[in-house]
């Protein structure tokens, strides 16, 4: 008699490390009435403004705007209190939205999240709307910038070139991940950061465009040589990222159009010479 032995199942795989989310800024319940959207809901809302480069900005119900993704820096924050406190009081027709709250999520493969929640401002992005513009409107924007990004230069900058903080440069040219000196950062010396961009085009461009490389490596420390010092600017001024809404105590825009008030969708504050 032949007895079969048993074969037990093998075990059932070990679930998944659990996420972790953590709070890095909630504003007080006192100063903001309306309960704030946790991951759950920013994540599931179909509201979707923008998708781009692992960042997407979604709408949340009728208050929030969240941007977030594992390439949303927390500097970003950073840049948005700092320009609110610099341009609130002196410039109230170029508004920078109201920091609401900043989360991360770490992933079971020790990926990153950043979310940041801001007011939401009913608007629209200056490109949609700049051939529509007469002249005299578009003069009128172009004033309103220029003031602005004047203002943003005045402000005492610190000695050296790099993001707030004496942090990195916070532009996609340069590698996060990387600690070479063409890495973004923050350096010392205007020289210091013209050898980087130098470095970093040779770096991506490799064997292929080395002649490129050196003829950069020539004209550029000419080129790109000011007076030794850094000033605040904004870090990608461009009109998708200016941002127009209706109605407003300052007439910046004629009144047949309904956009009277300008604000930056997305500063980078950054020191550059």
């Known amino acids: 008699m032949i007895t079969m032995r048993k074969i037990s199942p093998p075990p059932p795989p070990p679930p998944p490390p659990p996420t972790r989310t953590r709070v890095h800024l909630s504003v007080p319940t006192d100063q903001f009435p309306m309960p704030l959207p946790l991951v759950d809901e920013i994540e599931s809302s179909p509201d979707v ?25 927390p500097i970003e924050c950073e840049n948005m209190v700092f320009a ?6 002196l410039m109230p027709h170029v508004i920078v939205p109201r920091l609401l709250a900043v989360y991360q999520k ?23 709307i700049w051939d529509k513009m007469p002249e005299s409107q578009r003069l009128d924007v172009v004033g309103l910038l220029h003031d602005a990004v004047k203002l943003i230069r005045s402000i005492p900058a610190p000695d050296y070139f790099g993001s707030l903080g004496r942090t990195k440069i916070n532009d996609e040219y340069f590698d996060p991940g990387d600690s070479s000196v063409a890495a973004g950062g923050p350096f010392n010396t205007e020289e210091e950061l013209i050898q980087a961009i130098i470095l970093r085009y040779k770096e991506v461009g490799g064997p292929s465009l080395a002649h490129k490389a050196n003829y950069y490596g020539q004209v550029l420390p000419r080129l790109l040589k000011g007076n030794g010092k850094s000033i605040f600017t904004h ?6 990222n200016i941002l127009v809404r209706p109605g407003g105590e300052y007439n910046v825009l004629s009144e047949e159009s309904p956009t009277q008030y300008l604000w930056f969708s997305t500063l980078r504050a950054e020191l550059w010479s």
Do not use: A, M
């Not at 609110?84 to 009081?89: E, G, N, V």
């Open 49 to 73: 403004i923008k998708t781009l480069f692992y960042r997407r900005v979604v709408r949340v119900r009728e208050q929030f705007v969240v941007k977030y993704g594992p390439n949303v820096q």
């Open 84 to 89: 609110r406190q610099h341009l609130k009081s």
């Open 106 to 128: 770490y992933g079971p493969r020790s990926e990153t999240n950043t979310y940041i929640v801001t007011e939401y401002c009913p608007s629209r992005q200056l490109d949609e």
């Open 235 to 240: 870090g990608d001024l461009q009109r998708k």
